[in-house]
């Protein structure tokens, strides 16, 4: 069975696992634009050295000290507020805005092998950026800024979808949910389609849960709500055309031509239902949104249940989170 795709949880993923409610939001969100990931190494059975081994349990070791961070905050967010500034007053001291620096320190005092140096240098750039966005967050929580804070939330998921490309071997020091080394139908273009569609899955879904978490949600006013929205809808739906452009580009093998032509016809798709659904933003309307949401949920679930054996494998990260996953 193939792993999912992410790294391991930052602070604000872990605050909204241990806090979530329902689901109010499920896809509709974004991120700002990345640079791509180096090529994921080949799958190898080529054995660790030790100096390897060593190498991946200081990156475990990097981990805990933001696991430790993190769980202090957890429990703050874990209990119900009837007034937003009641969290804001728990969550000053429980970590937040600082809670990747020792990683980030700790990472930086660890020399790679040679094997893993690209990578090592890929990861070091994911947690100066999650360390900006944490700074973010701190500061939103020191102004008691709702909108601030449930955004700069979501946006650091941005790193994951750079990580997105480690090796599963790099990914595996710090995740069970990585990418599987199990050989792809399609070849070259089967790992280029799970690469595109992977990191679309990450950048969208981690921007596209806004108020999922039901104790930040009812804390919000309407204009509060449909603020966050407003920032992070249009930024998903340009990842979704720059998504399109790069399966159009790729060369399917001829047996896959009808999958792959199927798939670009799904992500148009998402294009034709997200402007309406950016305007019922704008005219603060949830019912409407509501309404794009369930017509963007329909087509995810028709797109899955289309595809062959052969092409779910590749897609098995996209289409993977079941018929709640992006649309």
């Known amino acids: 069975m193939r792993k999912g795709f992410f790294l391991w949880l930052p602070i604000a993923a872990l605050i909204f696992i241990v806090a979530c409610g ?4 499920r896809d509709d969100g974004a ?7 180096p090529k994921a190494l080949a799958p190898t059975l080529v054995p660790l050295t030790d100096a390897e081994r060593g190498y991946l349990t200081r990156i475990e070791d990097a981990r805990s000290l933001f696991t430790a961070k993190a769980s202090s905050a957890s429990a ?3 209990q119900t507020y009837v007034f937003k500034e009641r969290l804001f007053e728990a969550l000053q001291g429980a970590g937040v805005g600082t809670a990747f620096l020792d990683t980030l320190e700790a990472l930086e005092m660890i020399e790679p092998p040679r094997r893993f140096v690209d990578e090592h240098a890929l990861v070091i750039g994911v947690f100066e950026e999650k360390v900006r966005i944490d700074a973010e ?4 929580v020191d102004e008691a800024d709702l909108v601030a804070f449930v955004v700069n939330n979501q946006r650091l998921a941005l790193g994951d979808a750079s990580t997105f490309g480690l090796s599963p071997v790099v990914c595996g020091a710090f995740s069970t949910q990585c990418k599987s080394s199990d050989p792809l139908p399609g070849g070259e273009y089967g790992l280029q389609l799970e690469e595109i569609t992977g990191r679309l899955r990450v950048e969208v879904s981690g921007r596209n849960q806004v108020w999922s978490n039901e104790r930040f949600r009812v804390l919000a006013t309407d204009d509060e709500f449909f603020a966050a929205h407003a920032e992070l809808w249009p930024e998903a739906t340009s990842l979704y055309e720059e998504a399109i452009q790069a399966v159009t580009d790729l060369q399917p093998p001829e047996a896959m031509t009808e999958d792959h032509e199927s798939l670009v016809q799904y992500l148009n798709s998402v294009l034709d239902w997200r402007q309406p659904g950016f305007e019922a933003i704008q005219a603060k309307d949830r019912e409407g949104l509501e309404e794009v949401r369930q017509t963007g949920a329909t087509l995810y679930c028709e797109a899955r249940a289309a595809l062959s054996p052969e092409f779910e494998t590749i ?6 989170g079941g018929c709640g996953g992006p649309r």
């Open 22 to 25: 329902g689901s109010d939001d």
């Open 31 to 37: 991120v700002q634009p990345t640079a791509a990931p």
């Open 76 to 78: 703050v967010t874990a």
């Open 315 to 320: 897609l098995d990260v996209f289409f993977g």
């Open 137 to 140: 967050i701190g500061r939103a």
